[in-house]
Structure formats: C-alpha cells, structure tokens
C-alpha cells in the first residue's frame, strides 16, 4: 500500500499567518493527490484536487502544489474558520489511502 | 444539488452483522462510484471500497475483505455497506462518497457493544 506521511500531526498559528501542511507518498501517485478539511462532528470536505485545483466554493487563500513526492496544502492569510483537521488521500492507486491528519489550531 | 443522505446511528452486539445505508439525489447514481470510508473515534479516515451502481462492479482494500460488502439499488438510488462478524475495532463512523470525493454524506455511527 501507498503511505502518506503527514506532517506536521498539529499546528499552531496565529490568525494572518501563511501555514503549510505536507504530504510525502511512499511511491509515485503523480498529481492524483486530494486535500480534505475535517471539522468536529462534520464530514471531510474537499478543498483540493489534482494536486492543484481548487474545489469549486473554495476560499483562493488556499492551494496546493507538488514537488516531486512532497504535496503540499497552503493557507495563505489563516483565518478563524479554517481550524479543522487537514487529510490528504492519494488517489492513483488501491487501496485509496489517507495520510494521518493534521490538527490546525489557533495560538 | 447532490446530497448523500446515510442512515441513522446503529447499535450491534459484538458478532452480529449491520447493514447502513446512503440515499443519494441531484445526480445520476449510476454514472459515479460511490465510496465508503471508516472514521474510528478521534482517528483518522480509511478506504473501504467503492462500488460503481450502473453494473455493481466493486473494488475493496484487502482489509476489510470479508468484512464488508457494497451493494447498490438503482432503483432507489441507494448504496448500502453491510458489514459482518462485528467486534469493537468496527465502533466507528462511515461516510460515503462520490467518485471524486467531492461529497461525502454525513456519517453513520456504529457502535459494537454487548
């Protein structure tokens, strides 16, 4: 199976800040990478795919880029709603997989 | 608009079997895969399988072979998952998805428990 490595599992900002969440693939996933946003009590939603493209309703301070088997979620300007927990999955190959999570806070 | 609506909380002995249910509307249910992914307590997401409703064609992670099973009925534009010979590591939330993952159903929480 494909492991995402996430890091980091959390993080701190301040509101304003630039954070960034990555993704290491163990193999080749090409772009076939999605990032989701995970809410308490809510279901993951997609904020990313393709690597790069954003979801449609998607805030533009968030995107997505790739260097070689590094993906990376980025939060430009860090506001209040976007406390959540962070998932990648990739989607190149089966089992689909998940990496671990990223729990964003407020400092 | 597309809405995944799954059925309510179970409550299972440990053993038995349950089967959840995911009501979709607003897009064609045959033309799309539909996911299901387990969400343990205070842990992260894992992929079952998927299903594709116009011919049944499923695929599922090895893991969960002989636990759970994806049917469709195009009928009722509904997906199910029954999942069988529960214990406590199968206390957990499922969602369904579509094929891209672009939305997801608001969970259904199984807990195993005599």
């Known amino acids: 199976d494909i492991q995402m490595t996430q890091s980091p599992s959390s993080l701190s900002a301040s509101l304003g800040d630039r954070v960034t969440i990555t993704c290491r693939a163990s193999?080749?996933?090409?772009?076939?990478l999605s990032w989701f946003q995970q809410k308490p009590g809510k279901s993951p939603r997609l904020m990313i795919y393709g690597a790069t493209n954003l979801e449609d309703g998607v805030p533009s301070r968030f995107s997505g880029s790739r260097s070689g088997s590094d993906y990376s979620l980025t939060i430009s300007s860090l506001e209040s709603e976007d406390t959540a927990i962070y998932y990648c999955?990739?989607?190149?190959?089966?089992?689909?997989?998940f990496g671990g999570g990223t729990k964003l806070e407020l400092k | 608009q597309v809405q995944l609506q799954q059925s309510g909380a179970e409550l299972v002995k440990p053993g038995s079997s349950v089967k959840i249910s995911c009501k979709a509307s607003g897009y064609t249910f045959t033309s799309y895969d539909m996911h299901w992914i387990k969400q343990q307590p205070g842990n992260g997401l894992e992929w079952i399988g998927w299903i594709y409703p116009g011919n049944g064609n499923t695929k599922y992670n090895q893991k969960f072979n002989g636990k759970a099973t994806l049917t469709a009925d195009k009928s009722s534009s509904t997906a199910y998952m029954q999942l069988s010979s529960l214990t406590s590591e199968d206390s957990a939330v499922y969602f369904c998805?579509?094929?891209?993952?672009?939305?997801w159903g608001q969970g259904v929480m199984v807990t195993v428990s005599s």
């Open positions: 998805a579509t094929g891209s993952f672009d939305y």
């Open positions: 999955l990739q989607y190149d190959k089966y089992p689909r997989t």
């Open positions: 193999q080749d996933i090409g772009n076939y």
